[in-house]
């Protein structure tokens, strides 16, 4: 807009002159390609509404909200017209607030002449959950003019057009931040006929099939090249590090570049700028970066560095931003990284450094300090508290004690101390940090007074945790946080509801667990964010009464848990169209479940377990629902199953234990092929199993407990050869997780080792069998042996005859097998003795005889294994065998067993279990988490990085289909 006034003047006076003669048209009957630029700009800027939320930069605002049409558009905003011709030549609508899609017939595309293009951040998608994925649109290429192009982050992912390519002049091109995808045909174009470009920036976009060696035929102008999160392969070797005039160079977040061949004498003179990732960049390239005189910027997270932070005589002192995070760098703090006084940004996070801060340093003047996820320690020294312009301190996840200074200046904006050992109170300084967004203090051993003193003036603050402290609230004082998102007070001893969060209207998160918040939940609490509140956590309180009534418009989250809410759930709770974790459980909830609550498409776990719920469980699941887990055991509920079930195809969990249910064996769920744990235990379930009527029933089952029903007949043996994820999983290639997802863990109640234990969260590779306290029948199945990941077998209180199978020695996984009080004869077989996990046996009152077998782990059962028998004999029993003629055990079935496998079409192999056992046995039990106590939080801490993930919820985060 550098119209000098004159001439401006001038120009005007010709458009009005010429506008009475040429109306804008208002409609766009006229043919499109004929479109006046003025005309074009109007409708393009209104084929979007405006909404803060589409973009992200604090300087947004919506530069099309000012745009008139009285006015010629060389004097709107953003618009940028030819001095001379005055054709249209820039447009910069960046940070613009602009929703809506942009199609292909857009009177954008009608601007012939642009020479600059930004539309970054902006949300160019039709909904905020998800970007549009329809790609750029091809008409892009239509800008021929085009030297710069920016759309960075507006909102639309998918393919990079080959059209893009066509713009052949552009001189700077950033299409990053946009999850976008180069396929090599396009990337070939580009790299071909863009021969002007200085500066490619593609952060974020999928080039997993670019290969790296091409990058050297990029432009030889190309001064900037950002390719961070490109998902990168290969091996990087010096000439692409040094194109001719690359001064800016980021490759930071490829994990998967290699530098094995780097040589330690390059030098790229002009290079200024780098970042990089990777593996297996050797030590001598490390100390090698000290040749690149020029350098400004270095970048080195996650390259699995180990060993000291290498001095670096040649650029040190030069350098503004060092980050060598994520690495495995170990022992002291270099104190020569302490005074330098051009360095702005200092990030050592996550390394294993040790020792304390130095006390005194010189000259620092930091903006941003990560020490975060070491293993430092001593005081925080008091040149932490006086940089007069640092704006980020990151030091949680270390070992500092003492207390937290007084800050000097006011510049701090996100102050992270959580984790560490610091006790004493909040600073009073803290109230004066006008520009504090996050304080994160959690899990420390301070004292601390939520009260006006503190908040008055912390009107940005929008991440507060102070959780896992000892914190006081003064509810007499009037205070507001109005940009608050996210609080976490779990485990804080606090007794009552904050009431300053009467006054959020912008809360997404809020974490009150874990408390001793007694009584009703106030009515206002229904009105605290009212269009924002994404998860709410108020599980291990002493909460009473009805249900509260909040405003479930935006909730996706509730966990309710272990309170004594009375009453019934009620059908508001259907508003909540967005609910996807419902966890009620442990109150004192009755009635009947709400139909509506199962049939939300959006719902993922209902978890109402343990309360008093009754009638029938409702059916209407719908088709195409996403429900992962559903729980309600322990409640009243009764009838038969409802077959609409069957429509939960993504159920990983189904625990209907302990209730009143009744109906045949719910065959039909074996086509559920996501299936992995079926607790329908103490029921009134009846009848024979049978045969199975679905094709390969049950295929993911690691977990099922059918006991306490009044299930005959035989064993159902047909099911047995499709328990698959029984079978042959090793556990050394089975990446070890906890089912469920990040915000919600899955627990249950099942019997481990011969007592029922709550496990807080389920590993994986926990698998378990448990049909005890029917009335099955008749022999038990050869076939068991062929279940070989089984840990737990329980077939107790049954009416079993005949031998135990030999092939119960495949099991090598065993850690319990309770075949008590059934009436199995014979011996017992001397293969057992191989169990080397087995640590609960319990074979008591059965009809077996002969020699008890030894081996390590027989040595350590007592009698109770064997008690009520017709003639055991042999340790521990007192009754020695000389008289009794072992027999020879039967042949084993193996054989037998490996025919049938062929004949049911899927074959297995016997695998050898070749891993070591202590570290097995190690992890299974090291990862069951009991409940001691008080209940804990299922829920991890919300981490900080979580919390910047939150604060992009409303563009970014929910992406149904990431998460399957
Ligand atoms: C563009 O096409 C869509 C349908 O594809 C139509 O609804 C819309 O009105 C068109 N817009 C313009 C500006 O012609
Ligand atoms: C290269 O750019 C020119 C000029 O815009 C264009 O005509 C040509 O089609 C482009 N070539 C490729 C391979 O895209
Ligand atoms: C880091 O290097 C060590 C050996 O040098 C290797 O065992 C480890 O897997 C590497 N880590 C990553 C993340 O590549
Ligand atoms: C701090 O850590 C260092 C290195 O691990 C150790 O030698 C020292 O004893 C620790 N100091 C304190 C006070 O714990």
Same mark, same amino acid.
């Given at each position: 807009?550098?119209?000098?006034?004159?001439?401006?003047?001038?120009?005007?006076?010709?458009?009005?002159?010429?506008?009475?003669?040429?109306?804008?048209?208002?409609?766009?009957?006229?043919?499109?390609?004929?479109?006046?630029?003025?005309?074009?700009?109007?409708?393009?800027?209104?084929?979007?509404?405006?909404?803060?939320?589409?973009?992200?930069?604090?300087?947004?605002?919506?530069?099309?909200?000012?745009?008139?049409?009285?006015?010629?558009?060389?004097?709107?905003?953003?618009?940028?017209?030819?001095?001379?011709?005055?054709?249209?030549?820039?447009?910069?609508?960046?940070?613009?607030?602009?929703?809506?899609?942009?199609?292909?017939?857009?009177?954008?595309?009608?601007?012939?002449?642009?020479?600059?293009?930004?539309?970054?951040?902006?949300?160019?998608?039709?909904?905020?959950?998800?970007?549009?994925?329809?790609?750029?649109?091809?008409?892009?290429?239509?800008?021929?003019?085009?030297?710069?192009?920016?759309?960075?982050?507006?909102?639309?992912?998918?393919?990079?057009?080959?059209?893009?390519?066509?713009?052949?002049?552009?001189?700077?091109?950033?299409?990053?931040?946009?999850?976008?995808?180069?396929?090599?045909?396009?990337?070939?174009?580009?790299?071909?006929?863009?021969?002007?470009?200085?500066?490619?920036?593609?952060?974020?976009?999928?080039?997993?099939?670019?290969?790296?060696?091409?990058?050297?035929?990029?432009?030889?102008?190309?001064?900037?090249?950002?390719?961070?999160?490109?998902?990168?392969?290969?091996?990087?070797?010096?000439?692409?590090?040094?194109?001719?005039?690359?001064?800016?160079?980021?490759?930071?977040?490829?994990?998967?570049?290699?530098?094995?061949?780097?040589?330690?004498?390059?030098?790229?003179?002009?290079?200024?700028?780098?970042?990089?990732?990777?593996?297996?960049?050797?030590?001598?390239?490390?100390?090698?970066?000290?040749?690149?005189?020029?350098?400004?910027?270095?970048?080195?997270?996650?390259?699995?560095?180990?060993?000291?932070?290498?001095?670096?005589?040649?650029?040190?002192?030069?350098?503004?931003?060092?980050? &060598? =995070?994520? !690495?495995?760098?170990?022992?002291?703090? /270099? %104190?020569? +990284? *302490?005074?330098? @006084?051009? #360095?702005? $940004?200092?990030?050592?996070?996550?390394?294993?450094?040790?020792?304390?801060?130095?006390?005194?340093?010189?000259?620092?003047?930091?903006?941003?300090?990560? &020490? =975060?996820? !070491?293993?430092?320690?001593?005081?925080? /020294? %008091?040149? +932490? *508290?006086?940089? @007069?312009? #640092?704006? $980020?301190?990151?030091?949680?996840?270390?070992?500092?004690?003492?207390?937290?200074?007084?800050?000097?200046?006011?510049?701090?904006?996100?102050?992270?101390?959580?984790?560490?050992?610091?006790?004493?109170?909040?600073?009073? %300084?803290?109230?004066?940090?006008?520009?504090?967004?996050?304080?994160?203090?959690?899990?420390?051993?301070?004292?601390?007074?939520?009260?006006?003193?503190?908040?008055?003036?912390?009107?940005?603050?929008?991440?507060?945790?102070?959780?896992?402290?000892?914190?006081?609230?003064?509810?007499?004082?009037?205070?507001?946080?109005?940009?608050?998102?996210?609080?976490?007070?779990?485990?804080?001893?606090?007794?009552?509801?904050?009431?300053?969060?009467?006054?959020?209207?912008?809360?997404?998160?809020?974490?009150?667990?874990?408390?001793?918040?007694?009584?009703?939940?106030?009515?206002?609490?229904?009105?605290?964010?009212?269009?924002?509140?994404?998860?709410?956590?108020?599980?291990?309180?002493?909460?009473?009464?009805?249900?509260?009534?909040?405003?479930?418009?935006?909730?996706?989250?509730?966990?309710?848990?272990?309170?004594?809410?009375?009453?019934?759930?009620?059908?508001?709770?259907?508003?909540?169209?967005?609910?996807?974790?419902?966890?009620?459980?442990?109150?004192?909830?009755?009635?009947?479940?709400?139909?509506?609550?199962?049939?939300?498409?959006?719902?993922?776990?209902?978890?109402?377990?343990?309360?008093?719920?009754?009638?029938?469980?409702?059916?209407?699941?719908?088709?195409?629902?996403?429900?992962?887990?559903?729980?309600?055991?322990?409640?009243?509920?009764?009838?038969?199953?409802?077959?609409?079930?069957?429509?939960?195809?993504?159920?990983?969990?189904?625990?209907?234990?302990?209730?009143?249910?009744?109906?045949?064996?719910?065959?039909?769920?074996?086509?559920?092929?996501?299936?992995?744990?079926?607790?329908?235990?103490?029921?009134?379930?009846?009848?024979?199993?049978?045969?199975?009527?679905?094709?390969?029933?049950?295929?993911?089952?690691?977990?099922?407990?059918?006991?306490?029903?009044?299930?005959?007949?035989?064993?159902?043996?047909?099911?047995?050869?499709?328990?698959?994820?029984?079978?042959?999983?090793?556990?050394?290639?089975?990446?070890?997780?906890?089912?469920?997802?990040?915000?919600?863990?899955?627990?249950?109640?099942?019997?481990?080792?011969?007592?029922?234990?709550?496990?807080?969260?389920?590993?994986?590779?926990?698998?378990?069998?448990?049909?005890?306290?029917?009335?099955?029948?008749?022999?038990?199945?050869?076939?068991?042996?062929?279940?070989?990941?089984?840990?737990?077998?329980?077939?107790?209180?049954?009416?079993?005859?005949?031998?135990?199978?030999?092939?119960?020695?495949?099991?090598?996984?065993?850690?319990?097998?309770?075949?008590?009080?059934?009436?199995?004869?014979?011996?017992?077989?001397?293969?057992?003795?191989?169990?080397?996990?087995?640590?609960?046996?319990?074979?008591?009152?059965?009809?077996?005889?002969?020699?008890?077998?030894?081996?390590?782990?027989?040595?350590?059962?007592?009698?109770?294994?064997?008690?009520?028998?017709?003639?055991?004999?042999?340790?521990?029993?007192?009754?020695?065998?000389?008289?009794?003629?072992?027999?020879?055990?039967?042949?084993?079935?193996?054989?037998?067993?490996?025919?049938?496998?062929?004949?049911?079409?899927?074959?297995?192999?016997?695998?050898?279990?070749?891993?070591?056992?202590?570290?097995?046995?190690?992890?299974?039990?090291?990862?069951?988490?009991?409940?001691?106590?008080?209940?804990?939080?299922?829920?991890?801490?919300?981490?900080?990085?979580?919390?910047?993930?939150?604060?992009?919820?409303?563009?970014?985060?929910?992406?149904?289909?990431?998460?399957?």
């Amino acid at each position: 807009m550098g119209l000098s006034t004159w001439k401006y003047q001038l120009f005007f006076l010709f458009c009005l002159i010429l506008h009475s003669q040429l109306p804008f048209p208002s409609s766009l009957s006229s043919p499109l390609s004929s479109m006046p630029p003025c005309s074009a700009l109007l409708h393009f800027s209104k084929s979007f509404s405006l909404n803060k939320s589409a973009s992200l930069s604090l300087a947004s605002y919506p530069k099309t909200a000012s745009w008139r049409e009285d006015k010629h558009c060389c004097t709107w905003d953003g618009i940028e017209c030819d001095k001379n011709t005055s054709l249209v030549v820039g447009l910069d609508l960046s940070s613009s607030w602009l929703f809506g899609n942009i199609l292909s017939n857009s009177t954008l595309f009608f601007l012939p002449n642009l020479r600059r293009l930004n539309l970054a951040d902006n949300w160019f998608s039709d909904n905020w959950f998800s970007r549009s994925d329809s790609g750029i649109p091809s008409e892009f290429g239509n800008f021929k003019s085009l030297t710069h192009l920016n759309l960075s982050d507006f909102g639309i992912s998918g393919q990079i057009p080959f059209e893009i390519s066509q713009l052949s002049s552009l001189v700077s091109l950033d299409l990053s931040k946009n999850g976008l995808l180069i396929k090599a045909p396009v990337w070939k174009r580009v790299i071909g006929n863009l021969t002007q470009l200085r500066e490619l920036i593609l952060d974020r976009t999928n080039m997993s099939s670019i290969r790296l060696h091409s990058l050297m035929n990029l432009s030889s102008s190309l001064t900037t090249l950002s390719l961070r999160k490109c998902d990168l392969r290969g091996k990087l070797e010096n000439n692409i590090l040094c194109l001719p005039s690359i001064q800016t160079l980021d490759l930071t977040g490829n994990w998967d570049l290699e530098g094995s061949l780097l040589k330690s004498n390059w030098s790229c003179s002009s290079l200024n700028f780098l970042g990089l990732s990777g593996r297996m960049f050797s030590r001598e390239f490390l100390n090698s970066i000290d040749n690149l005189k020029s350098l400004k910027h270095l970048a080195l997270p996650g390259c699995n560095f180990t060993g000291s932070i290498p001095a670096w005589p040649g650029i040190l002192t030069k350098l503004t931003y060092l980050d &060598l =995070s994520n !690495n495995s760098f170990s022992g002291l703090l /270099p %104190s020569s +990284l *302490f005074n330098l @006084p051009n #360095l702005s $940004t200092l990030n050592l996070g996550s390394n294993q450094l040790v020792g304390p801060l130095p006390s005194h340093v010189s000259g620092l003047n930091l903006v941003d300090l990560y &020490l =975060s996820s !070491n293993f430092l320690n001593g005081t925080l /020294p %008091s040149w +932490l *508290f006086s940089m @007069p312009s #640092l704006e $980020t301190l990151y030091l949680h996840r270390n070992r500092f004690v003492g207390e937290i200074g007084e800050f000097k200046y006011n510049s701090l904006q996100e102050l992270a101390l959580g984790y560490n050992k610091l006790h004493g109170s909040i600073p009073r %300084s803290v109230s004066r940090l006008v520009n504090l967004t996050i304080l994160y203090l959690s899990s420390n051993n301070l004292s601390i007074m939520l009260g006006s003193e503190m908040f008055s003036k912390l009107e940005n603050l929008e991440y507060l945790d102070f959780s896992n402290n000892s914190v006081s609230i003064n509810n007499n004082a009037a205070y507001a946080l109005p940009n608050l998102q996210q609080l976490n007070l779990s485990s804080s001893n606090i007794s009552e509801f904050p009431i300053f969060l009467r006054r959020t209207t912008k809360l997404v998160y809020l974490d009150l667990s874990n408390n001793q918040i007694y009584g009703r939940v106030p009515k206002w609490l229904g009105d605290v964010g009212m269009n924002s509140l994404y998860y709410v956590n108020l599980r291990g309180n002493l909460l009473q009464g009805p249900f509260p009534t909040l405003n479930f418009s935006s909730t996706r989250v509730i966990f309710f848990s272990n309170n004594n809410l009375t009453g019934e759930i009620p059908s508001l709770i259907c508003d909540a169209i967005h609910l996807e974790v419902v966890d009620l459980s442990h109150n004192n909830l009755s009635g009947m479940i709400p139909k509506c609550l199962v049939n939300s498409t959006a719902l993922s776990v209902l978890d109402l377990r343990m309360n008093s719920l009754h009638g029938t469980i409702p059916a209407t699941f719908a088709k195409g629902n996403n429900i992962r887990s559903i729980n309600l055991n322990g409640n009243q509920l009764e009838g038969p199953l409802p077959r609409s079930l069957a429509n939960c195809t993504y159920l990983e969990v189904l625990d209907l234990g302990n209730n009143k249910i009744n109906g045949a064996f719910p065959y039909w769920l074996g086509s559920l092929r996501k299936l992995q744990v079926l607790v329908i235990r103490s029921n009134r379930f009846q009848g024979c199993i049978g045969n199975p009527k679905t094709k390969f029933p049950f295929l993911n089952l690691r977990i099922i407990d059918i006991s306490n029903n009044q299930f005959n007949g035989p064993l159902p043996i047909k099911y047995f050869e499709y328990f698959k994820a029984m079978m042959n999983v090793n556990e050394s290639e089975v990446a070890l997780k906890y089912m469920g997802e990040n915000y919600y863990q899955d627990s249950l109640n099942i019997m481990i080792k011969g007592q029922y234990i709550e496990m807080e969260k389920v590993l994986n590779i926990l698998t378990s069998i448990d049909f005890s306290n029917n009335s099955f029948r008749g022999d038990m199945p050869k076939i068991i042996g062929r279940l070989k990941s089984l840990k737990g077998l329980n077939f107790s209180h049954n009416n079993l005859v005949g031998h135990i199978p030999p092939s119960i020695g495949n099991l090598t996984n065993l850690e319990w097998l309770d075949l008590s009080f059934n009436k199995l004869d014979g011996e017992i077989p001397s293969q057992l003795a191989d169990l080397t996990w087995l640590a609960v046996l319990k074979l008591s009152h059965n009809q077996l005889t002969g020699h008890i077998p030894s081996g390590t782990q027989f040595n350590t059962f007592n009698n109770d294994s064997y008690t009520e028998n017709l003639g055991l004999c042999g340790f521990p029993l007192s009754r020695t065998c000389e008289n009794h003629k072992a027999k020879q055990p039967p042949p084993s079935t193996l054989q037998q067993d490996e025919n049938l496998e062929h004949e049911n079409g899927f074959g297995w192999q016997a695998v050898s279990i070749g891993y070591a056992c202590g570290t097995i046995f190690g992890m299974l039990m090291g990862y069951l988490i009991f409940k001691i106590g008080k209940p804990k939080c299922l829920v991890r801490m919300v981490k900080l990085e979580q919390h910047i993930m939150l604060r992009r919820l409303k563009k970014n985060a929910y992406r149904r289909d990431g998460r399957r």
